[in-house]
């Protein structure tokens, strides 16, 4: 029972133009969501986070976006860069735990020059 | 700062062997997680622990996979015998402890190949 899910395998997205990656997730428990991104051989690094007290959480070109009503969370990236190519992770978090993460499956990102 | 420190980084070995693979987190950080990626998937938890005791186990398969953090610091996760399944990359992620941040973070990851 996938709790995270990420519907999109893949996004190709010309450079300068945004990109939406979309994430669900079905555990009403779930009160903290993050975003991570993968280079190829590193581990995931952290991007930008939201708690659901909040619908927007900005960081330079990175945005979050949370609808709880809908269990839909979405990351966009504006302006997009080459550099941006890579696998991006939602994980989210629930209330009261010990800040245990349940990721998706990835959505990778192409970013075309 | 220094990150996290896996190794190795790749492993090939054939089934029913065993294979152990190691962990340092970054300085300070008590709470320390394993987690297993087989591709196309997402990380998914394994073992956690806040120093040297284990908060969450529940999805390590304990007839075959252990793991300890017996200092509090560095941790080995061991899989004896190995299935074709445990093939995987095999990820190790700390953070400050578990009633504060969110953030975790990662190392690069063992790759395992079971053959």
């Known amino acids: 029972d996938q709790q995270v899910k990420q519907n999109s395998p893949s996004l190709s997205v010309q450079e300068g133009r945004i990109s939406i990656l979309n994430c669900d997730y079905t555990?009403?428990?779930?009160?903290?969501f993050l975003w991570y991104k993968k280079y190829p051989a590193e581990g995931p690094t952290f991007l930008i986070s939201?708690?659901?007290?909040?619908d927007k959480n900005e960081d330079g070109r990175f945005t979050v976006f949370l609808n709880k009503s809908a269990k839909h969370l979405s990351l966009h990236i504006v302006p997009s860069q080459p550099g941006d190519s890579a696998v991006y992770f939602c994980a989210a978090s629930p209330s009261g735990s010990a800040r245990q993460l349940t990721f998706g499956s990835g959505t990778q990102l192409t970013v075309l020059p | 700062e220094a990150g996290v420190a896996q190794s190795p980084r790749y492993k090939i070995i054939e089934k029913r062997q065993s294979v152990a693979f190691w962990c340092n987190p970054i300085s300070g950080h008590a709470t320390l997680y394993w987690y297993q990626q087989i591709l196309g998937q997402g990380p998914k938890l394994l073992i956690q622990f806040q120093n040297n005791g284990v908060v969450d186990d529940s999805q390590l398969p304990k007839d075959r996979f252990s793991a300890e953090r017996l200092k509090g610091v560095d941790s080995t996760l061991k899989i004896q015998p190995a299935k074709l399944e445990d093939s995987a990359v095999y990820l190790c992620a700390s953070s400050l402890d578990s009633t504060g941040s969110y953030e975790q973070y990662f190392g690069p990851g063992t790759r395992l190949t079971v053959t």
């Open positions: 555990n009403s428990m779930f009160d903290y």
């Open positions: 939201i708690s659901s007290i909040k």
